[in-house]
């Protein structure tokens, strides 16, 4: 029944290695997104997929790529990771790329903690 | 770009009411939601504002003034439970569904 799952809930990696984390929505929408949350809980938008498509990056650095193999699916890899990496990492899905009421679900985090 | 602002933190006692507030200054507009996150948890969303006024859900409410880009969200009758962080986020006017979120209110419910 879950709606938008994460893959792991946590994760604990030493500076420079690389890893993914994983996400799925049941929910049919065609948009989906990776925020990150910082150590202050601020939540900023990485990149939004829309149909398998690259919609929004907001200036993350070229270590993440975000992948889409189909509009149900959005992974996140990251290369070379730094401490600066160690965060919180939501996934969210959205009904519609855009439009007036396009409520945002959150799947469950991804802590990240790069030692 | 977008600024948002939010009180950091606020407090209240059980079965009281409160507000807190959210202002933005954005290029464009295109609706204001808020959203609870508890401690360890995902954001869950509360209430949408595209149009003035007031949308009330249950125990919660949510204002906009798009003229004076300003929100608030009103919790009545206070729970334990509504300890969590609130989050007001803006949707610009850009054809993109993305948001911009403030950096939370933390409320705290004591008994």
């Known amino acids: 029944d879950t709606a938008v799952s994460q893959t792991p809930k946590y994760l604990v990696t030493q500076m420079g290695n690389d890893k993914s984390i994983k996400c799925e929505q049941n929910?049919?929408?065609?948009?989906m997104y990776w925020y990150k949350q910082d150590s202050k809980k601020f939540l900023k938008i990485m990149f939004s997929y829309n149909n398998k498509e690259l919609i929004i990056n907001e200036t993350v650095p070229n270590r993440f790529s975000p992948k889409s193999p189909d509009k149900a699916h959005l992974n996140l890899h990251i290369n070379s990771l730094e401490l600066g990496d160690s965060a919180v990492y939501f996934c969210a899905s959205s009904p519609r790329y855009s439009g007036n009421y396009n409520e945002q679900f959150f799947g469950p985090g991804t802590r990240l903690t790069v030692l | 770009g977008q600024n948002i602002d939010q009180p950091t933190e606020m407090t209240a006692t059980e079965g009281a009411i409160v507000q807190i507030n959210c202002t933005y200054q954005?290029?464009?507009?295109?609706?204001l939601f808020w959203y609870q996150q508890h401690a360890g948890e995902a954001p869950t969303f509360l209430s949408y504002?595209?149009?003035?006024g007031l949308e009330e859900k249950g125990r919660f409410s949510s204002f906009l003034s798009r003229s004076k880009g300003y929100s608030y969200l009103l919790l009545k009758e206070l729970q334990m439970k509504d300890s969590a962080s609130y989050l007001c986020a803006v949707r610009e006017d850009s054809g993109y569904s993305t948001l911009t979120f403030g950096k939370g209110t933390m409320l705290l419910v004591s008994p």
């Open positions: 929910l049919g929408h065609d948009t």
């Open positions: 954005t290029s464009g507009f295109n609706g």
């Open positions: 504002n595209v149009l003035d």
